[in-house]
């Protein structure tokens, strides 16, 4: 059973060009999170996503950022006219149920560092 | 505003020897607490998870606590390898309208030298 699986590892865009980052979830996971982590900074969540539904996010950037995860295929994380504020390492990770659960873990994929030069 | 402080923020310590790293939150109200361990450029692997009522968890040579009156956490690490250079972060679930979204603390960066 493969793990949580991101990509590109590695992503460099100039400014004003667009970022896409995918997630595949394990298998049998159908709840996804991205996080966000800057130099030094502790991960910060974005948004939790279930099958074509966004259940909660009160993390993301209100402009330019959006995310999705449709009924086939990857989650993704769009990053729309990026700046150098948004080089950061982002992480996906999935869950098999419903984040309520107390032993309900999360599995972190190994993320995407994006440079915004 | 949920908070989770780490200290300390970083620690080098000898091959073989005992450390304890520091977790302070200010979840509300809580749901439960993990500690991560983050390789340097991989994403986080869970240790431990902890409920309410308990008190410690050992996972190996990593013993967590719990001491949710004061709202501390603690990982114990024993007998340290390198391998167990790594970022660990102590990560809090609280309840927001059902959704039990978790607040990360900044973790503490151990160097372990043989």
């Known amino acids: 059973n493969a793990g949580v699986m991101q990509n590109p590892r590695h992503l460099v865009r100039r400014r004003g060009q667009e970022a896409r980052l995918r997630c595949s979830p394990m298998?049998?996971?159908?709840?996804v999170y991205w996080y966000r982590q800057l130099p030094e900074e502790g991960l910060k969540f974005m948004v939790y996503?279930?099958?074509?539904?966004?259940?909660?996010e009160s993390g993301m950037p209100k402009e330019r950022f959006s995310a999705e995860f449709p009924k086939e295929g990857p989650s993704i994380l769009r990053i729309q006219q990026v700046v150098r504020g948004d080089s950061a390492a982002y992480f996906c990770?999935?869950?098999?149920?419903?984040?309520?659960?107390?032993?309900?873990?999360?599995?972190f994929g190994p993320g995407t560092r994006l440079t915004v030069l | 505003k949920n908070q989770v402080e780490q200290s300390p923020q970083s620690l080098i310590i000898l091959e073989g020897k005992n450390c304890t790293l520091q977790?302070?939150?200010?979840?509300?109200?809580?749901?439960?607490l993990r500690w991560y361990k983050q390789d340097t450029g991989r994403g986080p692997v869970s240790l431990t998870i902890?409920?309410?009522?308990?008190n410690t968890k050992s996972n190996g040579r990593y013993t967590a606590t719990l001491d949710a009156d004061t709202k501390q956490s603690s990982l114990h690490i024993t007998a340290s390898q390198l391998s167990d250079s790594a970022s660990y972060i102590c990560?809090?679930?609280?309840?927001?309208?059902?959704?039990?979204?978790?607040?990360f603390g900044r973790g503490t960066s151990l160097i372990v030298h043989p």
């Open positions: 902890m409920t309410f009522s308990e």
């Open positions: 990560v809090v679930s609280g309840s927001s309208g059902g959704s039990y979204i978790p607040t």
């Open positions: 996503l279930q099958k074509e539904n966004i259940i909660d």
């Open positions: 977790c302070n939150y200010t979840v509300s109200p809580f749901s439960n």
């Open positions: 298998k049998g996971h159908s709840h």
């Open positions: 990770a999935s869950s098999p149920q419903a984040s309520g659960s107390s032993y309900n873990e999360q599995f």
